[in-house]
């Protein structure tokens, strides 16, 4: 049997990796500024994730949702308390797309409404809904189209107040820092305008942090920035460290009844160890912090540059927009430079390396792109 074929693939074959860097099956070193695409949050094989992984798996891997999960609770403790959301409750998954399915579907539970507000250049997966409201129609079939996605442009406030008026908003869903789109980070006072809305209107702010959250910014949501409070925070990738494990964080005000929500695999054994892992991790290594210095150093030396047109982000979620005519650059970090960076459209070099990054490393990939841009 072949593999379907829905990527186009870089020739490299990874066999280890420690912290920031990876080496492929020819023993070439090659420095991780990409996270496998910001999942990497805590570093590669970090030791105290390999050991918890390990001494779960030799206790029990995995028991349905049918029983006590005392890891659960303990997770959603200190996942309350870093986050700052200790009155929110928590919701396992799997994924990404399936946090941001159960958060749109759980804000229509909640106001018994069907239209969802998304945004031009959002992403948000590639389940039904959530591709439905991902601002690209090359991937969205036919059967997952409906009427019920309004895109409206990013940070228009006038077009955001216009868009309630009919008062049939069920949700609002926004990226704090657009990552696929290009590293767009949505304005203080676009956050506070959905905030002020989704209060009048009685609609759910969904603040989707599953790239741009778990710390990447320097705060643990970046829609923290803002200084509002979302109703639905939803979080994948850094979650886990490479485990798939995706979670929502639902406001108070939004009360579960039994079945409204489910998973087999959510919050199992195995990915609730991963999960507590990272944030002990975090925590102990002041890691959010880390992101904000080592973050903000890389776009204050990115932006002495020349040929940039410009930098963007937040923390260490950073995009860098060249010009046309430097398009290999991205291509030539990776081949020449050994320097994994991710990319989006059009032209833009994507920083989303692990949350512990040091300066020094930093200072490589500096170096590197200096010589590029001449
Ligand atoms: C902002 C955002 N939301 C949702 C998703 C979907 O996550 P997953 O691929 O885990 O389903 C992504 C993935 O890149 C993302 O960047």
Not at 21 to 50: C, F, M, N, Q, R
Not at 156 to 181: K, P, R, Y
């Amino acid at each position: 049997m072949k593999l379907f074929d829905v990527y186009p693939l870089n020739d490299i074959v990874i066999e280890k990796a420690i912290g920031s860097y990876v080496w492929d099956d020819k023993g070439e070193k090659y420095l991780d500024l990409y996270g496998g695409h910001a999942v990497i949050s805590i570093g590669h094989t970090h030791p105290h994730y390999v050991k918890r992984i390990e001494k779960q798996l030799h206790r029990v891997g995995f028991y349905s949702n049918s029983v006590k999960i005392p890891l659960q609770a303990e997770f959603a403790e200190k996942l309350g308390k870093i986050s700052g959301k200790e009155d929110y409750q928590l919701f396992l998954c799997n994924s990404g797309a399936e946090a941001n399915e159960n958060a749109i579907k759980l804000a229509s539970f909640y106001n018994g409404r069907k239209k969802v507000i998304a945004f031009k250049k959002g992403f948000h997966g590639r389940t039904s809904l959530a591709v439905a409201a991902t601002d690209n129609p090359n991937i969205v079939a036919p059967v997952n189209e409906t009427d019920n996605i309004i895109f409206l442009p990013f940070n228009d406030e006038g077009a955001l107040t216009d868009a309630f008026t009919q008062n049939d908003i069920s949700s609002v869903i926004v990226e704090g820092i657009q990552g696929i789109g290009g590293i767009n980070v949505a304005t203080d006072s676009f956050l506070q305008k959905i905030r002020s809305l989704c209060n009048e209107y009685n609609s759910v702010f969904i603040a989707d942090s599953v790239q741009c959250g778990y710390g990447r910014s320097g705060k643990f949501y970046s829609h923290d920035f803002a200084g509002v409070d979302a109703d639905i925070y939803s979080m994948a990738k850094g979650m886990g460290n490479g485990f798939p494990v995706g979670a929502i964080s639902i406001a108070p005000k939004i009360q579960p009844k039994h079945f409204m929500l489910g998973t087999t695999f959510g919050g199992n054994h195995l990915a609730c160890a991963a999960a507590l892992a990272v944030l002990e991790v975090i925590k102990k290594n002041d890691l959010i912090n880390n992101a904000k210095e080592v973050g903000g150093y890389l776009k204050d030396e990115l932006q002495k540059l020349p040929n940039i047109v410009e930098v963007r982000g937040k923390g260490l979620m950073i995009g860098v927009q060249l010009p046309e005519e430097l398009k290999m650059v991205k291509n030539n970090l990776l081949f020449k430079h050994k320097i994994f960076t991710g990319e989006a459209k059009p032209n833009v070099i994507r920083l989303l390396p692990a949350l512990n990054i040091t300066k020094t490393e930093a200072d490589i990939f500096l170096q590197a792109i200096k010589t590029e841009l001449g």
